[in-house]
Structure formats: C-alpha cells, structure tokens
C-alpha cells in the first residue's frame, strides 16, 4: 500500500457511517472549511518561523483536509482524490505550456500575465459568461487577499496609481473620513446610519492599506503576522517586567502600562 493510499484507507475507515469517528461522520463541506483555512495559515505560520519539522506536521494537516474533502465527494458520487490529482495535474501542464510545450516565455512577469490569460479561457471553456477583469476572484478569500486581488486585476486594465504618493494621500483622506463619522457618533451613538458609515469608511481605510502594501510590493498577510507577533512580543514583555517589580498588569493606569510598553521596546533596540 503506497503512503497516499494509506492515508485515503484510514479516511474511508473514519468515515464509516457504522464504524468510523462519530466527529468524522457528521462534517460536510462546509464544517470543515473553516479547518481548511486554518491548517493553510498554519503551513505558513510554520514557513515564518523556519521551522521545517512544523511545517512537515503542518503540510500533513493540509493534506488530511484534500482528502477530507475528496473523501465526502465520493461518498456523494461526485468525484474522488484520484480525480483531484487528474485535475490538478492537467491544469499545470495546460497552464505551462513554456515547459511542457513548446511556447516560449520572457519571463516572470510575461508568465503572470499568460497564467491570466488560461486562467480566463478556461472560465469561458466552462460556460462562464462573466467577462469582467475582476471575474473569477472567490468570495471565500480572506478579504485583504480578496482586496489585493482585484487591484492587481484593475491595474492591469490601467486603473491604479502611478506611484504609491497619491495612495498615501487618499490613506490620510479616508483617515480623515473615518473622523469625522467618530464625531457623528459622539454627538449621536444611537444614530445608526452613522454607524454604518463609519463601518464603511473603516473599510475605506484598510482597502487602501492593502493597495499600500501592494505597491511597496509587502504581502499583506505577512506583514500582519509581523505586526502581531511585535504586539504579541512586545505585550508579554510588558507582563515580566511588571512581575519582575513585583506587580500585575492588569489594573494598572494606562500611563504605567505605557511606561512598560516603552521599556519593552527599549530593550528590543538595545
């Protein structure tokens, strides 16, 4: 039995309907699409650490959920994992047709570009009618993916900034916005439609960071990793140097917190 077929054995047993995992049997599609998601910022969490034997545990993770997934079609009489592995296959030699082919390629950015383009026909082999330049980028993407997405996808048909000074003009604008619907709140904090702008003039300002970081060329997601793991290193920081002065966090003034906040930054510089 090869390494795969074992692990599809073990899915079939855990699925038993009479047998199997009484957790297993009751998942479908979208209980454990959740589960999907996390193990994938799992794999990269491992990936940022550089911790090659997490990420072997953690890639394993990933597998389980294909397999998961292929397993449930099955049963469905849909499709089944060697199906999976047929499709995914096919795409990649059909989409490089510099390598299996004989179609020349100048380089990374033309083979974006060409990866685009069989992207597009194969939505219309399929019977997509959809013929935008943002067709085809799923709804089920984290929403600061979903955003990168289709700005990449308009500045391909020209709409973008030519440079990143007008996006931080409009960041300081959309800041500005989300002032202003503060004040309308202060002034009123039952006035919904006021909470509702506000809502959406937040998701002004985080819509354009996003364009931020992609014409500094920063992944989005990464440098949010980044961000938290600072806060989260910097805050448990905070934490021991209060107990080292024998002392709790919690419960003191913001000022002193402050104070703490400082020393943990300090002490990361020095």
Known sequence: MSDIDRLL?????????????????????????????EEAYEVADAIDRGD??????????LLLQVVFHARMAQEQGEFEFADV?????????????????????????????????????????SGHQDRSALAGIARGLPEWQRAVK???RAARVGFDWPDVTPVIAKLHEEIEEVRVEFA???????????????EDEIGDVLFVCANLA??????????????NLKFERRFRAMEALAEADGAELAGQSL????????????????
């Open 85 to 125: 592995v047929a499709a995914i296959s096919d795409k990649m030699v059909r989409r490089h047709p510099h390598v299996f082919a004989d179609a020349a390629v100048e380089g990374v950015e033309a083979q974006t570009v060409a990866w685009e383009e069989h992207k597009r026909r194969e939505r219309e082999d």
């Open 255 to 270: 000022e002193a917190q402050d104070r703490y906040w400082d020393r943990a930054k300090a002490a990361e510089k020095s």
């Open 150 to 152: 289709l700005q990449k």
């Open 184 to 198: 309308a709140l202060d002034a009123d904090p039952d006035d919904a439609a006021a909470r509702d702008r506000l």
């Open 9 to 37: 054995t073990i899915m079939a047993r855990l699925r038993d309907p009479q047998s199997g995992c009484p957790w297993d049997v009751q998942q479908d599609f979208a209980s454990i699409a959740p589960y999907t998601i």
């Open 214 to 227: 992609r014409h500094a060329k920063v992944d989005v997601g990464a440098a949010m990793r980044r961000a």
């Open 52 to 61: 090659l034997d997490d990420l072997k545990d953690e890639l394993g993770d």
